[in-house]
């Protein structure tokens, strides 16, 4: 069975500052995701990542993946307080099954 | 265009009685999905629907639970009687025919069960 595993669950920053959301999985998969979700907003998909190596970024995002050792991290750099939000990793079981993380609430501080 | 529209938003009932919640995917995605998050853990499967059929439901949790897609558009889930541990948010997903697509998420609807 595959499983997730986020961590920090909740990470308080200072504006400014650089921090790095890592998220393990148990089982090989070839596709994974991190997503975003304001509060009672829906997910929003930031990036996709399919292969060993892969690294995308957008604006003060960075997310990669190492499919050997079953991690993927994302990372924030120079935080502004409009990243404040809740981010899900999530891999892909089988078809369209994905299987997320518990989430991380990130709360930057000005 | 128009992103996949859950209703309603939030829901208060009481334990044993029935629910239904609403998602209208986008429009021309096949693949629908229903995923939920309880007390604030993973964001779990539920099913996921092609067209008007039933691809995957092996996330459903018990017969309580009853989700359908007539005529392949809008899908509902109707939890029927409704227990406590059902309390959470239930997210709603479409993605188009194409196989490997990525998902696109409702805003949820949050369900308490009193």
């Known amino acids: 069975e595959l499983k997730v595993e986020q961590n920090p669950l909740f990470l308080s920053m200072q504006e400014g500052k650089n921090y790095t959301i890592y998220c393990n999985y148990s089982t090989t998969s070839d596709r994974l995701y991190w997503y975003r979700q304001d509060p009672g907003k829906s997910l929003e998909s930031l990036f996709v990542?399919?292969?060993?190596?892969a690294v995308k970024q957008e604006g003060r995002l960075m997310a990669s993946l190492d499919t050997k050792a079953r991690l993927s991290t994302l990372h924030i750099t120079a935080a502004v307080h409009d990243l404040s939000a809740t981010y899900f990793c999530a891999v892909r079981e089988y078809g369209n099954k994905l299987v997320f993380g518990a989430g991380t609430i990130l709360r930057v501080k000005s | 265009e128009a992103g996949v529209t859950q209703f309603p938003s939030h829901s208060v009932i009481e334990k044993g009685q029935t629910v239904t919640l609403r998602c209208d995917p986008i429009?021309?995605?096949?693949?629908l999905y229903w995923y939920r998050r309880v007390m604030g853990k993973e964001i779990k499967f539920l099913l996921h629907?092609?067209?008007?059929?039933?691809?995957?439901e092996s996330g459903m949790p018990n017969n309580r639970f009853l989700a359908e897609r007539t005529g392949g558009t809008y899908s509902t889930l109707k939890v029927q009687p409704a227990e406590l541990e059902d309390s959470g948010v239930y997210f709603c997903?479409?993605?188009?025919?194409?196989?490997?697509?990525?998902?696109?998420f409702g805003s949820g609807t949050q369900l308490s069960v009193l």
């Open positions: 629907f092609v067209k008007e059929s039933k691809q995957d």
């Open positions: 990542l399919l292969s060993n190596g």
């Open positions: 429009s021309g995605h096949d693949n």
């Open positions: 997903a479409s993605s188009p025919p194409a196989f490997n697509e990525k998902l696109f």
